[in-house]
Every structure is written in C-alpha cells, then in structure tokens.
C-alpha cells in the first residue's frame, strides 16, 4: 500500500506510446506492441492501413476515414513548427498517428482512452479549413460542399484547445475524404448514436468485468437507480427519520420524463396525491428533498407551480407537508433561482466570450490582451456569474444552518441551478460531501439522477434548426429547454473557488475537477449523454433488445477504465490528506505574525512583542475506528494542557509515550480502543484544572456532532492506512483568546466562503491550459500541490513506521515484522503550473526570446541562439519547419532510438528548466 | 519639548472603537507621547495600540450625543472612535494631528522604544560579506573609502566598491558628472562575471558635457571585448528633455561600448496617484460586482507592476543570457533603478530569496543606497492634496512585485507573503529606525543606526523568524523568470483587500492554508523525532 503520488511525468511512457511507431516498425517484431491492449478491431472498413491503427482502437471503435502525411502543427506556434504523421478518425475520436516524437505540447496525463494528440469528436466544436487560395472557412454540420484541395484544418475544441492540421503533403483529396468524415460524424442528432453504446456493448461481450482494484475510492460510488442507495441515504440521518419516505411513483418515467426513478418526499403525501399534483409542476417537477442539517432544517428543490393550474391547494398541502416535516414547524423559505440566477442564455454568451478570450490564436494576440485583461474579464461576466451563485448557495447555507427553517429552491424547469446550488449548499454545510466519494455521490444525485439536461446544455446532440445556418456557439434558441449553456462548468468553477480559499477543508484538486469537465467531453460513459434518466432507460432498453446479452454500461465515477492509478492519486487534496495525521503530533503555536495583521501589535504595541506564548488547550479524544461502541468510553480519554511558546512549542503532546515512565502503558493493539497518554499527564501542570474547565464544555459539544465525521474520515483512512488510521484521534483545537488560532480543523465547520467578486480566481488551470505560453514552469499551483503531497506522504510513512516500531516494542518480539511501506524515491522531472496537463512547452527552443526584445539584438540572435542550444543534441531534425521545404522523411526509428530520442527530450527539457526557466512573455513592449 | 504639551485630553474612560481590521469594542482611550492605546473594557482586555505616526487622516464628524473621530491610517486601515464629550474628541483629534507630523526626527518613536530582549545586531548589508561574494567571481574589485564622510556622494555609504583599476580620484570626477553626485557603482556581480550598475543621470546639460573618468569608469567594467547595455527608465524624449535642467542621457557617441535602452517607468508621484485609486477600490465595499475588475484596471497599478516586472526581466536577460554588463539609472537613480536592481537580483540570484537574503537586499540596495524612505513614505493614501511630488510608494511597488514572483514561484521562496506585509507596514510606521531617514548622511548625523533598534534584527531574531517562514520552500538554484502576463499578476490581496467580515473566522481561513502548512513541517519534524528514539529505544530492547 503506497500512499505515494507518482509525479512523475510520463514522458517517456508517452513517447512510448505504440503509436508513435510507422508501419514499417511495427511490421516486425515490436516489443513494444504488446503494450497496448489487443483490441477488438472488426475489419468493417478497410480504409486505413490497419495494422498502423488498429491496436489503438478501443472495444467498438471503428475507424472511418484517414489522411497521410499529415502535418500537426505545435498549438499557438503560427503554423511554424509540426509533426508528420497518419490523420485517423474513427467514430469516437480524431486521432494522430505519429512514428516521431511530439515536438511539443505533450499532455503528460496517462488517458487510457485518449492519447496526447487524439481529441474525441464530441470534443470538437468548429471546425474552420483553408483551401489553398488562403481563404478561411468554417465548416456547418449541414456543410456539403467541401472540395478538394483543402490546405488545412483547424479545429476548435469544447475544452479550449485548437488543433491544426495540414494536407499539403499528403495526397490529393484524402483532406477533402478525412473533413467530410469529421463532419459528419462530430455532430451526432441522436444519443443512441454516441459511441458510448458502441463501446459498452462492445465491452461488455469481450471483456469478462474484471475490474481492477486499483480506483482511487475505495467504495463503489452509489448511482442513486436502485433503492438501496437511497435508503441508506436517508436512514442514516437522525433528523429525516419517520418524516421523509422513499417514492417509486414514477419508476416507469411514465408520470414525468424528467424526475428521477425513485426520489425523496414528504411520508405523509400518498403516491397517488403525488401522481396528481405532479402534473401541476412545470416540467412535471415535484418538490423533491435533497438534503436535511441535524437541526432537522431540510434542503428541497423544484420546478415552478404550473401558472395556468387553478388547484393552488396542491401546492399549499405540499409545502404544508414539508413544513410538518421540521418538527420545529418552521417556516419555507423559497428562493427563486429564476431571479436570483443569471439565465441561461446569459450564462452561455458568458461563456463563449470567455472561450474567445482563451483561445488565441498566437503569442500575440494573447499579448494583445494585455491592458484589457481585467476589464474584459469584467465584460465576460464569468466570475460574476461565479459569485453570484456562490453568494445565492451561501444565503441558503445561513438558512438552514442558523435554524431558520427549510428552504425550496424554485426554478422553471427545476433542472439547473437548482441543482447547482443544492449541490453547493450541500458541499458547504456537510463535510461528508467534501470528499471525492461524497462529491461524487452529490452529482450523481442531484445532477445525473436529478435529470440535468446534458445532452442540451452542453450541444453534445446537434439539433437541426429550421434555419440552415448552425451556430454551435450562440444560442440559436432561447427556449430554456432546448438552450445550450454550460451550468454545469459554472458549478465546476464554484467547487474551484470553494477550493481555493479553503483547501485543506476539501478533498478533491483541481485536477478532478477538470477531470469532471473532460468527461462530459467523453462518451464512453453512460453519465453525461443524457438529458433525463428516462432518456438513457429507453436508448439501453432498446439496445439490449437488439442484443441477446445485458449491456453494462460505465459510468463515470469508475475512474479506472480512464486513468491509471498513479494518476488518479492526483484527484487528493494533499492537505486533506494530511488533516487526518497533522494531530499525530501536537502542532506549534500560531506564530507570531498570526495576530499582526488584525491588530497591527507587531507595529505599535511594544508590550505585544514578545508575546509568543500563547496558552493552548488540547484535548484529545481516542482512535474511532472500533466505531460507536467505544465511543463514550472513549470521549474521556485524556486532556492536556500545554502552555507551549513559540520557542517551546515542540513539546509533543498527544503522543509522547515513549518518554521517561511512561512507557509502562500499556499499548493497546490495533484491534482494540487504543488510549494514548499525554506527556502533560505525568507533568504536573498549573494551568491544567482551567484548562479543563475552559475546554469541556467547547469540545464535548463538538465532539457530539463530529462523530459521524469523524467514523466517516476513519473509515477512508482505513481503506488507505489501516495501520495508521488506528492513530486518528479528533483534537479539536479549542478557542484561544482571540480565536485567531490556527486550527481550522473543525471538520464540522460550515464553510466561510468569501463570494465577493475581489476573491475568486480566474480558474487558469481549467480555460487556459492550452495556452502554453501562459504556463510556468516550476511555478503556479501544481508544484506546490506535490510539495504538499511530498510533505503527506513523509507524514504517512514516519506515522507508520513509528506504528511499526512501536508494535515491535509493546510485543518485545522483533521478529513479527511487516516492514513499513517502502515509499519510492520521487523524481519528479518537470512540473509546470498545468501539470498534468501541457508540460512541456519548448516553445522558445529555436525561438531566441532575446530575438523578441531587442530590435538591435537581432543579427546576435543565431549566435544566441546556437549558444543556448548548443548543449542539447540536435534533435530537430525530423520536425518540418514547413516553409515549402520538402518532407523529410527519416528511416523508421527502433525502438532503442525512440527511446533515445526520447531521452534527449527529457534532457532537453531539463536543460530548458534550468536555463529557460517559464514562460516570459511580451518583452517588447516599452523597447 | 514634552510631548503633554500637545495632550491635552490624555484619557477617556468611555470610548467605542471599531475598525476595518478588528472587531467592535468598548473601553478607554489614552493617548500617549507615540500611541493612542484602547483598552476594551470587556473581559477579554485586548488592547490596541495606534501609533500616531501611522495616522494619515483624521475625519471628525461631531453631532449632538457623540462625536466620531476616524482615523485613515497609512497602512491603509481606518479605525473609528467614538466619544461622548465634544471637547474630548477635539483635544483628541487635535493632539493626534500635532503628533502624527512632528518633523524633528529626534521625537520619532523609534528613538524611544527600547526592544524588551536585547536584540543582536543583524549585520546585513556588511560590505566585507558582499565583497567576499565578488572576489569569488572576480578579482577586478576593491573596497575603497573614498566616500568617507559622505564628502562625495551623501546617498551612497561611506565605503564601497569599486573597480580596483579606477582610483578614487576619478571616481570624484565621475561623481562630480553625475545628479546628486550618484556615480556608476556596482550593484550585483552575476555567476558569469557580468555586472549590474547602478547611477544617476549624467549631467550632460544643454552643452553636451562630458566627463573622461565617467566613461572610463564604466568602460572598464565591461573588460575589452565586450559590450554592455544602458537602461534609462525614462522614455528617450523625457530623458532628452532633461539636458535643459542640466540632466541628460548617455550619448552613444561617448558610450560606443553601451546600448541604450529606454524602458518607461513611472516617477513616483504616478505610482501614488495609482495606489491611491487602487486602496479606494480595493477597500470599497460597496463596490458593484460587476465594476470591481475595471475599476481595479484603471486604478493601473497592476500595470506598473507589469512595467517594473518586464524591465526587470529584461536587464535579467542581458545579464544571464546575452551576457552583457547593465547599467541602470533613471534621473535620480533612487526610485525605479533600485526597483529594477533589486528585482533582477531575485530573479537571477537564488541567494536573495531566502529570508536573511532578501532583508540583505532591501539593506544593501534601498537603505545603503539612499531610497529617500523620509519623503517617499511621510503620506500614505489617505493625505491625497496634502502630498507633496516627493510622495509614491516606491517601495511598496517592489515588495507588490515580489510578492508577483512568490505568487508565481510558491516553492522558491524561504520567506512567505506575511513578511512583506509586514515590512511594508514598517515602512510608513515603526517602533523600528530601519526606515527612518533618506540616506546614510541623515541616520549618520541622528545617530539611527546606535540608538534606534534594527527591524532586521527583529526580524531575525529565533523567536520571530520561523513565522515568516515559506513551508513549501524547495530551494532551487537557477532563474525564476516570472510571467508578465496580466493573467498572471494578481492583487496583493493580504495587503490591499480588505476584510469584508472582521471577525476572527474569516481571517483565520485566509491564513489557514500557511500556518496548516506549519503544522506539517512541525509534525513531520516531530515524528522523526520519535522515530529515532523508537529506534533507540529498540536497539536498547535488542542488546
């Protein structure tokens, strides 16, 4: 069991990639084929040279038109720099084909189903080719016209990215044959179409379902479409107890193609009220429960009460139900999302600007937007948007957490915000729904059971418009039920600020939630191809009428089908990880400048100078893991004061047993409560009987409320650590004089999110990592993220050695040894601000940046340049510098010179690291 | 003089506080000599202490039952009194004003406070250490006291560095040639031998003056083969201008050796019109959402900050790429030339990013070469028309430019944000005689550096220090080249955006994240602890 994040950057493993090898290659014996899993590749068309593809192709990929010769152009280079290789596209995907190293732009992301350079067709969102006159044109689904002599391709994704491909070396009419097959395959009208079905189907026959054990949650995540995962849903909770009941009114989809299966109401309401007044709700949207605060407050959602229906007495009984469900009998309050929400239209121009904005074409033009940067982030309007859900979600969190009483969220059709904002309540009033299970289980309820139209909302489907003219970005209709606009991407954004300005409270990084971004981008899963649950019932009914054998489909949240373990590791919020270990030791006084910036002592009160003692209550409560059982016994474990300074503040507490007598205790092993002794125990301590007195009656109603948390927290770690989940003890870090402590580990707190446009970030991770010149290398978030991870995984390991050791010595027997886990050295080679994504941008290789700053530089420029590159091996020789130079078509590679050349690129780009260091840009201004 | 003379209400026992950074109380209000002091009558005894040289502003509105008094401080926070008597808030108000602009620099606090454990001196900015450092590199060097008595130049220290084949003589040639007597004089010495210089402008005049031992004194520098490059940071028009006040700029027919480059940056009285606009935006809270950004944009001090960063790169570049010698200077050669030295140090040299290396920078570049901290930093943002063209945070956009880099390279840096917080408060008020006077000549004649106490070795002092300490801080030996691009600058919001809640919750969570990370450091230092003695402990049990 290694906790070990693996920060690596599979360079290699990626130029490894089978596909980099030619046809000539991979015709003799390769070691490196068997790499690649043997896919079921049914020769339904013979287009391409099949042998070269057809070990990359996934279960029920078929490939539907090539180009050779192909050049792919580095992003945001001008066209100046490119790779040849074989343009495929197949029913899911465009893919290239390359026997050559990628120059640059490397995704470092291990996809088991896509490669660097692929794109998947649901991903493309304009397609634009330039015949050789130079004339630009954008391609429409209902383009029909397209002729030969085709000079290039270029390709705008969904995810920001722009691809460009050119035909000028291949022969004529292959670019023509390969743009008709995009086309048409890009722009399905039909989910039954996607190639989710393909895959699932084709899967499920060859694949007998071994599963790996290696998905990063350690339980399956509940998909919410049998009732068992709601009942233990709403058995657990003390508060819904006897007042909320599971329905299965609409189990067929026949009452309401747009609720779920099964959902929660009100016990009392009968179904057949319920089949009634379901058809007074717009949308055919109940009142539904999503979500109940112990203090009995619940959290509803629904559509708007019908306008024309004249039986207001259903909704009156309804709410009245609800309310009898509090048995404070506290008011409803309702929020209506229509008001309080931008629309969805709004959100979509937003977003389309925001894209406009992200996407440059080159370096200058990114540069151009230099002076404006922040008031065109102010006229996108994206942030705002971003605030203002957060701030509509924190209304609601004040709400229910103050007591106030139930609220119902309101919105026309009941399937947009009110899901995004539910979730976001959820997220920040319920610590179980921080984590990646938890968060997960959330979208799954409340976005894919709650019937988010997602085909709609993100354009998956095209939908043909009486008029001719497709516009895939703008809103060709306003109608909220057929209008695109990415609700879900703003969701996203606000789980990224949460995170932001609160880290260590959430479990997921910034990387799972691009992740959950891609995957809507992804249509191997059953989870974002929907609109509504009856959608999906119906395509998989008849799908599995045409098959003899039930088709599996995969959702999502079985991450293993997409990435490899070691990349999954990077979905964990190191300082989550670290919360449940940070109180193995007693942790230091707040330094000194903790209290500085809010009363300005360091500045002007001489008296405050010295003041680093800082007088701390600890208490300690025992391991949970043998769960509530030992619970009360184990409330009173121990308490300990230490009146730690600044200077003393490494006397451990909590955990000292080894020291002096005390070791005579007896050490309780795993299976059993494990007490541990404080060292301040055996101290005789003056400020001790206050200390006590101080944090009783702080902590023991703390305590109540943490011990689902905490049982919840232990089970995780136990599926990771079990041998140092025995050491998790809750230590509620009580008040100090003036609060200012660090602590902000109360689990159970109710996030303070700050909504205020001055907070939040521009989510560069996510809109701008295809931008490489925008990325840092060495610098940003995501080295600091693995610095995190490092110090983690150094806690995990000394916290199970010291377990290992301990246990040797309470058995006195040294024999009885299971050696704690070997953690393997971290080299970690290159990680740039977008790491895992874009990480190597070598695009100032042969680009002198001195050549871009000096005007007079210039003739000094090939030596400069020479200089610079001088200790790298030539090793551009197979890239085109297209200026109407021939192909250069070098011998096939052997392995051993991929491997070399591969090598070269890391030593390249180390070297670059070194000397080049990160992006720099826009150095001519003011010369 | 005593300071009672100007107290003439020196206690108010009813008084209601509250402030933009801490909560609301109610207690005493006293005023001493330096500090006004409220002591909150509530069971928590927290104290406030306002030192009267922070004060910028005071706004009083009087009315009938209770008068209010506000206080605009110049680290930008506001504090808001309120009495009952309407005599008492005038003394009140009166006194403070009096007392927040003594000019005599004998009555400053610094004098007066005496640091409760003896500090150690700091010994930054040591001249032995620096040249220590060069003869590594170089041997063309020698220290030389040719500025004893600041009888040359009164902003330079009284011994420095120059070029062992130049002699003094000449250097008071070239110092008589150039503003302020601001002679070319060594900044850094890069790994490569290459150099960076900093100076005044020459003052060439309207009739084309030139000086020999001037052009000999940097020309030397360059060795024979090599060239170098001039940057003035003002555009070539306005340095040109300047001939018809007796300044000017380096001709490139007496330079043939140097490149001119005229990279604009703003005098300080810009950038304090910038600041100005951007504390109003940044601290209004009332702000519409959807102005906030463009707001912030005009206030255009991200712009400056982009400028500072870009020139900054750019003589890196010369430096650690094309391997040329620079010679900085704008009129004066205090300002945006030390901005531009000091960031070129950070970015090149790995040395000043840890902690003692960083406050050896600020020593060496901005208080041994003359940043006139007296003038820059006597008004803060509050005092807008009562400024006088000698105002700008200078200064403050430096720390707003490491701050940028830290941002950028989180794990490159020993010290964290809080410390340049915590210096840029310094700089407008402190117990603390670090920032106190112009230059050398001034602390030299008030006796600053034997009678006040140094920040620095505050700073430095065992307690003090491990709290400004980065815990991410992976140390790495080459170049930062920081990204200029506005999607990367961001506003330095531990300094500039207020807290909209100031209860201790909210401020706690902006911290949290650091000090969480403190925690782990200690944790894990504590675990290794105990895992050695776990092994003592079993090499024990097994002999």
Redesign the interface.
């Given at each position: 069991m290694s906790m070990r994040r693996t920060f690596k950057l599979k360079v290699n493993q990626v130029l490894h990639r089978p596909q980099h090898h030619n046809s000539a290659a991979s015709d003799h014996d390769d070691p490196l084929k068997d790499i690649k899993l043997a896919g079921a590749y049914e020769h339904v068309y013979q287009l391409s040279p099949s042998s070269e593809v057809d070990g990359l192709l996934l279960p029920g990929e078929i490939t539907v038109g090539h180009a050779k010769e192909v050049i792919s152009y580095v992003l945001h280079d001008e066209n100046r720099r490119g790779t040849s290789g074989l343009l495929v596209c197949t029913n899911f995907r465009l893919m290239f084909v390359t026997d050559k190293p990628p120059y640059c732009n490397l995704i470092a992301v291990d996809n088991k189903l896509i490669g660097p350079q692929d794109v998947t067709l649901s991903n493309i969102e304009t397609i634009y080719i330039e015949k050789q006159n130079g004339k630009r044109k954008k391609l429409y689904p209902t383009s029909r016209n397209i002729k030969d002599g085709i000079q290039k391709l270029e390709i705008h994704c969904k995810d920001f990215r722009i691809l460009t491909y050119s035909f000028k070396l291949s022969v004529l009419g292959e670019g023509k044959n390969i743009v008709r097959a995009i086309l048409h395959h890009s722009y399905p009208q039909d989910s039954s179409l996607s190639f989710a079905m393909e895959y699932i189907s084709k899967k499920a026959s060859k694949e007998t379902s071994t599963k790996e054990a290696s998905n990063i949650s350690s339980k399956v995540v509940s998909l919410y479409r049998k009732v068992d995962d709601w009942e233990k849903l709403i058995m657990t909770s003390q508060a819904m107890k006897g007042r909320w009941r599971i329905t299965s009114i609409n189990e067929t989809f026949s009452l309401s193609a747009t609720m779920p299966g099964l959902f929660v109401v009100p016990s009392s309401l009968s179904d057949a009220f319920l089949k009634d007044a379901i058809h007074q709700y717009n949308n055919n949207r109940l009142p539904i429960w999503c979500y109940t605060h112990p203090n009995k407050c619940s959290l509803l959602r629904s559509s708007n009460f019908r306008e024309e229906s004249v039986q207001f007495q259903v909704d009156q009984k309804i709410r009245q139900e609800i309310t009898k469900c509090d048995p404070s009998g506290r008011k409803i309050r309702m929020m209506d999302l229509n008001k309080m929400c931008p629309t969805l239209q709004q959100v979509q121009m937003s977003f389309h600007k925001l894209k406009t904005s992200c996407m440059p074409a080159n370096e200058d033009e990114y540069m151009e937007s230099d002076g404006k940067w922040y008031s065109t982030l102010q006229t996108i309007k994206w942030l705002q948007f971003v605030s203002c859900c957060l701030e509509v979600a924190r209304t609601c969190v004040d709400h229910i957490d103050s007591g106030l009483g139930t609220v119902l969220l309101i919105e026309t059709l009941g399937v947009d915000w009110t899901a995004c904002i539910s979730c976001l309540v959820q997220v920040l009033i319920d610590p179980t729904k921080r984590t990646i299970d938890g968060l997960s289980e959330l979208i799954q309820r409340e976005w894919i059971i709650g019937c988010h139209p997602f085909t709609t909302r993100l354009g998956i489907l095209h939908q043909p418009k009486k008029s001719s003219k497709f516009q895939p970005e703008s809103s060709t209709s306003d109608h909220p039920e057929v209008c695109k606009s990415p609700i879900f991407m703003v969701f996203l954004d606000c789980l990224y600020q949460i995170l932001t300005q609160e880290s260590t409270k959430v479990e997921y990084t910034s990387f799972f939630l691009t992740s959950l971004a891609d995957g809507t981008r992804l249509p191997v899963f059953d989870t974002f191809i929907f609109n509504n649950e009856r959608e999906r019932n119906r395509t998989l009914q008849q799908l599995n009428q045409q098959r003899t054998t039930d088709i599996e489909t995969i959702s999502i949240w079985d991450w293993d089908v997409q990435y490899p373990h070691h990349v999954q590791q990077l979905f964990i919020n190191p300082l989550y990880r670290c919360k449940r270990f940070h109180h193995l030791v007693a942790t230091t006084t707040p330094p000194l400048g903790g209290n500085s910036i809010a009363t300005n002592d360091d500045v002007t009160s001489p008296n405050t100078l010295d003041l680093t003692t800082t007088p701390k209550v600890e208490k300690l409560k025992s391991s949970k893991k043998s769960s509530t059982h030992h619970r009360s016994a184990s409330d009173s474990t121990c308490l300990d004061t230490t009146t730690s300074s600044m200077t003393s503040s490494s006397t451990p507490h909590g955990h000292k047993r080894i020291n002096s007598n005390s070791y005579e205790v007896p050490y309780q092993p795993p299976q059993g409560r494990s007490v541990f002794y404080c060292a301040g125990d055996e101290r005789p301590d003056s400020g001790r009987s206050v200390a006590n007195s101080r944090s009783s009656s702080t902590d023991n109603m703390a305590a109540e409320d943490d011990e689902a948390v905490v049982i919840g927290l232990v089970d995780q770690v136990n599926s990771r650590a079990p041998q140092v989940a025995e050491r998790l003890r809750f230590v509620p870090n009580s008040a100090n004089n003036n609060n200012d402590v660090i602590g902000c580990r109360d689990d159970d707190d109710v996030m303070q999110v700050k909504t205020g446009v001055q907070y939040l970030r521009f989510w560069k991770f996510a809109y701008l990592r295809w931008v490489s010149f925008s990325q840092l290398i060495g610098g940003g978030e995501s080295p600091q993220v693995e610095q995190e991870n490092k110090m983690a995984d150094e806690i995990v390991q000394l916290a199970s050695k010291i377990e290992h050791l301990e246990a040797q010595l309470c058995n006195g027997d040294t024999s009885v040894t299971s050696p704690p886990p070997r953690v393997d050295d971290v080299t970690v080679q290159f990680v740039s601000s977008y790491f895992p994504y874009l990480a190597i941008s070598n695009k100032s290789a042969n680009k002198s940046t001195l050549g871009r700053v000096y005007n007079f530089s210039r003739k000094k420029e090939g030596k400069s340049t020479t200089s610079a590159s001088a200790p790298s091996p030539k090793i551009h020789h197979h890239h085109h510098h297209t200026e109407g130079k021939p192909p250069h078509r070098p011998a096939p590679l052997s392995p051993a010179q991929v491997a070399a050349s591969s090598h070269h690129m890391v030593a390249l780009s180390e070297q670059q690291q070194t000397s080049e260091g990160g992006t720099y840009n826009r150095l001519s201004s003011g010369v | 003089m005593e300071f009672s003379e100007f107290i003439k209400t020196p206690k108010v026992e009813e008084a209601f506080l509250e402030g933009s950074?801490?909560s609301k109380m109610i207690g005493s209000a006293c005023l001493t000599g330096h500090?006004l002091i409220l002591y909150s009558h509530s069971g928590?005894n927290?104290?406030?202490?306002?030192?009267h040289k922070?004060v910028d502003a005071i706004d009083r509105r009087f009315g009938n039952d209770k008068c209010q008094i506000t206080l605009k401080c110049k680290?930008f926070?506001t504090y808001c009194l309120t009495v009952l008597s309407q005599e008492d808030a005038t003394n009140i108000a009166n006194s403070i004003e009096v007392l927040s602009s003594l000019d005599n620099i004998n009555l400053q606090y610094p004098f007066f406070?005496?640091?409760?454990?003896s500090l150690s001196e700091s010994n930054l900015g040591s001249i032995e250490e620096d040249f220590l450092m060069i003869s590594n590199v170089s041997d063309q060097w020698r220290i030389s006291e040719v500025n004893n008595n600041f009888q040359i130049c009164p902003t330079y220290p009284q011994r420095i560095i120059v070029p062992k084949s130049i002699s003094d003589q000449m250097i008071f040639k070239s110092s008589e040639f150039r503003n302020l007597g601001r002679f070319p004089i060594l900044s850094y010495c890069h790994h490569n031998g290459r150099v960076v210089m900093r100076c005044s402008q020459p003052q060439i005049g309207t009739n084309n003056r030139r000086c020999k031992e001037d052009e000999k004194l940097i020309n030397v520098v360059l060795g024979s083969h090599h060239r170098g490059y001039i940057m003035d940071t003002r555009t070539q028009q306005i340095a040109l201008q300047a001939r018809s006040k007796g300044g000017g700029t380096e001709t490139e027919f007496n330079y043939p050796q140097w490149?001119k480059?005229?990279?604009?940056l703003s005098r300080p009285s810009a950038l304090y019109d910038s600041i100005c606009k951007l504390v109003e935006v940044?601290r209004d809270k009332g702000c519409a959402?959807?102005?906030?950004?463009?707001r912030?944009?005009s206030s255009n001090w991200?712009?400056h900050v982009?400028?500072v960063l870009?020139?900054s790169?750019?003589v890196s570049?010369c430096l650690d790429?094309?391997g040329a010698s620079v010679l900085i200077h704008c009129a004066d050669g205090f300002d945006s030339t030390l901005q531009i030295t000091s960031l070129t140090q950070i970015i090149l040299n790995p040395e000043c990013r840890t902690l003692r290396g960083f406050l050896n920078l600020v020593e060496k570049e901005w208080i041994l070469y003359g940043h006139p901290f007296r003038e820059r930093c006597a008004r803060s943002v509050y005092s807008v028309g009562k400024a006088s063209r000698d105002e700008g945070p200078t200064f403050l956009l430096f720390l707003d430019c490491v701050h940028q880099l830290q941002h950028?390279?989180?794990?490159?840096f020993e010290f964290d944000g809080?410390?340049l917080?915590?210096i840029a408060?310094?700089t407008y008020?402190?117990?603390f005689g670090t920032f106190l006077c112009n230059n050398e000549l001034e602390r030299f004649t008030s006796r600053v550096r034997s009678k006040t106490t140094s920040l620095w070795s505050?700073l430095l002092s065992?307690?003090?220090f491990?709290?400004?300490l980065n815990?991410?801080y992976?140390p790495?030996?080459?170049?930062?080249?920081?990204?200029?691009?506005?999607?990367?600058l961001?506003?330095w919001?531990?300094l500039f955006?207020p807290f909209?809640d100031p209860s201790?919750?909210?401020?706690?969570?902006l911290?949290?994240?650091k000090?969480?990370?403190?925690?782990?450091?200690?944790?894990?230092?504590?675990?290794?602890?105990?895992?050695s003695?776990?092994?003592e402990?079993?090499e024990k049990?097994?002999t």
């Open positions: - | 950074c801490i500090h928590d927290a104290e406030h202490w306002i030192l922070n680290d926070e406070y005496k640091a409760t454990n490149k480059i005229h990279h604009n940044s959402v959807d102005k906030w950004r463009s912030l944009e991200l712009h982009k400028e870009t020139a790169c750019l570049q790429k094309e950028q390279y989180p794990l490159s809080s410390l917080c915590q408060r310094h008020a402190s117990q505050h065992d307690d003090v491990p709290s400004y815990p991410v992976q790495r030996s080459d170049t930062i080249w920081p990204s200029v691009a506005p999607q990367s961001m506003l919001g531990e955006t909209v201790a919750v909210t401020r706690r969570c911290r949290s994240n000090l969480y990370l403190h925690e782990l450091r200690s944790t894990i230092n504590e675990l290794s602890k105990e895992v003695q776990l092994e402990q079993e049990l097994k």
